[in-house]
């Protein structure tokens, strides 16, 4: 048994779990956040069987796409005033964590 930690943008989530649902795959959603652009992402937890890994793996590739997003940074000392400027900053893809699972039990 494996468990899956993937974060995804909270926007590729939502095609994330209805794929998964699809394949009767169970799935958990839990709202995070990300640290560099503060911006909402969801955290998926999911658990199966080491048969169905590469299919859920290629499932969160073919879904959870890097794009490129632009943030208005606000540089310099808090206080002081300095003009805000655009950056272009990736967002999307999936960081995903694999994980053995030792025991697993539905109650």
Known sequence: MKLIMAVVDDNDSIRVVE???KKNIGVTRLASTGGFLKRGNTTLLIGLEEDKLKEVLDLLER???????VVTIFPGVPGE????YPVE????GAIVFVLNVER???I
């Open 104 to 106: 697993f039990e539905k």
């Open 89 to 92: 900053v990736t967002v999307g």
């Open 19 to 21: 794929e998964l649902t």
């Open 81 to 84: 005033t300095f003009a805000p």
């Open 63 to 69: 879904i959870c796409k890097p794009r490129k997003h």
